[in-house]
């Protein structure tokens, strides 16, 4: 073996070398782990995982109990629970039955003992659920015109009535408001693109074309969409708490831009503190923080968003509130970065469990009044968060580490996660906006993209329109229905109007 004398310079070089590179293996490892499991692992935060609730390409076989005998088709009086999962099948009050009757023939009513005549003496009774696929049918308004027999043979003049008939939804089509209704519910709401729902029709023998559908769409989002959401944004900056989030779109014909290039899907909402919510979403061609600007431009309140810089920029008046679920998430990531051996006792798990028992308490307090939980998370969570922050100050961790980012994440935006404790109507994460915006991104892996601005903006109003009415309890078939039979009769400049045209008051009317 040869030895080889050097320097204690070029030996201390060698050796940080050495760190270096060792540092840069494990940061490469860690980054595979993480890679590996966004590929092939679960996307849920949760520390137990469902894997039974996650798994919906053999859902059928997951969810199959074949020892667990079918339950009994019985009617039973609405009724909500909390955060349970509803086991029992269960049919509305008002659905409809049909009777079908066997009996014997007349020649057969006949004693086979005494030759008496037989009489119906009980009925065997056997029920099922009948579901049928969407039927077409054509609706033909008539209306009858009346003139005066006298003054037809009497005067010059002859003057003529008609009787009172509703306007259509859209002038000179044969859209009903049941068609329109049904394509965007199938469209924004199930996720159905216009060329299967076109090759459904056709399977029915109903020939229409999705440039048909698709005009009928941005015909009633410009005509009665437009005007409702219009009132729903005045409505939505009457409240002091809101939530803040926003996703890319592609549109592909966006002047002055490639088609691979991105633009933005805006989602504004209420918080939890209203009875009246409302989900706003607003098409943008970029993400410059001039676009929440403008359309919360007055507004002064308190703002749920994420770590995003544009959200900081806006004016004192508006004051940002962080999100808890961001900050946990990477310290979820950073211990899925990790080999499972090394998890228990790490840096990240200890994170982890430190935003656990933080939201822990959040679900403790989720029943009281704002008043109350205020003066609990003051009591409780405001030392926990305090002592977060000061761990995280105190960890040592190398920078670029997933466990790293996750506390520089911690101590960079330290002002705005805190702010949760300034008022008992605030929340501790931005879930609720992320929750609201989720339907799109649902959508947009169906569709893809969108072809113009104009069908971008009318995505935008439509999608306001029927996570609004799910927000409220609504079923969005009907909502629309009746958007679309009661609007073209409407004034829709005269706010009263207006006013018969929100979820809370179809709510009241559809109970009436």
């Given at each position: 073996?040869?030895?080889?004398?050097?320097?204690?310079?070029?030996?201390?070089?060698?050796?940080?070398?050495?760190?270096?590179?060792?540092?840069?293996?494990?940061?490469?490892?860690?980054?595979?782990?993480?890679?590996?499991?966004?590929?092939?692992?679960?996307?849920?935060?949760?520390?137990?995982?469902?894997?039974?609730?996650?798994?919906?390409?053999?859902?059928?076989?997951?969810?199959?109990?074949?020892?667990?005998?079918?339950?009994?088709?019985?009617?039973?009086?609405?009724?909500?629970?909390?955060?349970?999962?509803?086991?029992?099948?269960?049919?509305?009050?008002?659905?409809?039955?049909?009777?079908?009757?066997?009996?014997?023939?007349?020649?057969?009513?006949?004693?086979?003992?005494?030759?008496?005549?037989?009489?119906?003496?009980?009925?065997?009774?056997?029920?099922?659920?009948?579901?049928?696929?969407?039927?077409?049918?054509?609706?033909?308004?008539?209306?009858?015109?009346?003139?005066?027999?006298?003054?037809?043979?009497?005067?010059?003049?002859?003057?003529?009535?008609?009787?009172?008939?509703?306007?259509?939804?859209?002038?000179?089509?044969?859209?009903?408001?049941?068609?329109?209704?049904?394509?965007?519910?199938?469209?924004?709401?199930?996720?159905?693109?216009?060329?299967?729902?076109?090759?459904?029709?056709?399977?029915?023998?109903?020939?229409?074309?999705?440039?048909?559908?698709?005009?009928?769409?941005?015909?009633?989002?410009?005509?009665?969409?437009?005007?409702?959401?219009?009132?729903?944004?005045?409505?939505?900056?009457?409240?002091?708490?809101?939530?803040?989030?926003?996703?890319?779109?592609?549109?592909?014909?966006?002047?002055?831009?490639?088609?691979?290039?991105?633009?933005?899907?805006?989602?504004?909402?209420?918080?939890?503190?209203?009875?009246?919510?409302?989900?706003?979403?607003?098409?943008?061609?970029?993400?410059?923080?001039?676009?929440?600007?403008?359309?919360?431009?007055?507004?002064?309140?308190?703002?749920?968003?994420?770590?995003?810089?544009?959200?900081?920029?806006?004016?004192?008046?508006?004051?940002?509130?962080?999100?808890?679920?961001?900050?946990?998430?990477?310290?979820?990531?950073?211990?899925?970065?990790?080999?499972?051996?090394?998890?228990?006792?790490?840096?990240?798990?200890?994170?982890?469990?430190?935003?656990?028992?933080?939201?822990?308490?959040?679900?403790?307090?989720?029943?009281?009044?704002?008043?109350?939980?205020?003066?609990?998370?003051?009591?409780?969570?405001?030392?926990?968060?305090?002592?977060?922050?000061?761990?995280?100050?105190?960890?040592?961790?190398?920078?670029?580490?997933?466990?790293?980012?996750?506390?520089?994440?911690?101590?960079?935006?330290?002002?705005?996660?805190?702010?949760?404790?300034?008022?008992?109507?605030?929340?501790?994460?931005?879930?609720?906006?992320?929750?609201?915006?989720?339907?799109?991104?649902?959508?947009?892996?169906?569709?893809?993209f969108a072809n113009t601005p104009r069908g971008a903006k009318a995505s935008a109003v439509i999608y306001s329109i029927l996570e609004t009415a799910k927000e409220n309890g609504l079923k969005p078939y009907d909502y629309l229905t009746h958007i679309?039979?009661?609007?073209?009769?409407?004034?829709?400049?005269?706010?009263?109007?207006?006013?018969?045209?929100?979820?809370?008051?179809?709510?009241?009317?559809?109970?009436?």
């Open positions: 073996m040869e030895t080889v004398t050097i320097t204690k310079a070029e030996y201390d070089r060698l050796v940080g070398e050495q760190a270096r590179l060792e540092r840069q293996v494990e940061y490469l490892l860690e980054q595979m782990r993480l890679a590996r499991h966004r590929q092939f692992g679960t996307s849920s935060e949760k520390s137990e995982y469902d894997l039974a609730q996650l798994n919906l390409f053999n859902e059928a076989e997951v969810m199959a109990a074949p020892e667990q005998p079918e339950p009994e088709l019985v009617e039973v009086e609405k009724h909500y629970r909390k955060r349970t999962r509803l086991t029992t099948d269960k049919l509305p009050e008002d659905l409809p039955v049909e009777v079908i009757d066997y009996e014997l023939p007349e020649t057969e009513h006949v004693c086979e003992e005494c030759g008496g005549k037989l009489h119906v003496m009980s009925r065997d009774v056997r029920r099922e659920l009948v579901i049928v696929p969407a039927q077409a049918k054509i609706r033909e308004h008539r209306r009858a015109v009346y003139s005066c027999r006298c003054c037809e043979t009497m005067n010059d003049h002859v003057p003529v009535r008609r009787a009172e008939m509703p306007k259509p939804v859209i002038a000179g089509s044969f859209a009903s408001p049941e068609a329109v209704a049904h394509i965007m519910n199938q469209k924004f709401v199930m996720g159905v693109p216009l060329y299967r729902q076109e090759q459904e029709f056709q399977r029915g023998d109903l020939w229409l074309s999705r440039q048909t559908m698709s005009n009928w769409l941005l015909r009633v989002a410009e005509d009665w969409l437009e005007p409702l959401y219009k009132r729903f944004k005045t409505e939505l900056l009457k409240h002091d708490v809101l939530h803040a989030d926003e996703t890319t779109v592609q549109v592909l014909r966006e002047p002055g831009k490639t088609a691979q290039s991105k633009s933005y899907m805006w989602l504004y909402r209420t918080s939890g503190d209203t009875e009246r919510p409302i989900v706003l979403y607003d098409y943008q061609t970029s993400r410059k923080a001039e676009h929440p600007q403008r359309l919360l431009e007055g507004w002064r309140g308190y703002l749920h968003a994420d770590g995003y810089d544009g959200y900081h920029k806006l004016p004192e008046g508006v004051t940002i509130v962080g999100c808890l679920a961001h900050f946990r998430r990477k310290f979820d990531e950073a211990l899925k970065s990790l080999p499972e051996e090394a998890r228990e006792g790490s840096l990240a798990m200890a994170g982890k469990r430190y935003c656990d028992r933080l939201f822990e308490l959040e679900r403790d307090f989720a029943d009281l009044a704002p008043e109350e939980r205020f003066e609990k998370r003051v009591q409780h969570s405001k030392p926990l968060l305090e002592e977060l922050f000061a761990w995280s100050d105190s960890a040592k961790v190398v920078p670029k580490s997933p466990v790293g980012k996750a506390v520089h994440y911690a101590l960079s935006q330290r002002k705005y996660l805190e702010r949760y404790l300034l008022d008992g109507r605030l929340e501790i994460s931005n879930n609720r906006a992320e929750r609201s915006i989720k339907p799109f991104v649902i959508g947009r892996k169906n569709w893809l679309f039979r009661t609007a073209p009769n409407l004034d829709m400049h005269n706010p009263n109007h207006m006013k018969t045209l929100m979820p809370h008051h179809f709510k009241i009317t559809a109970r009436a």
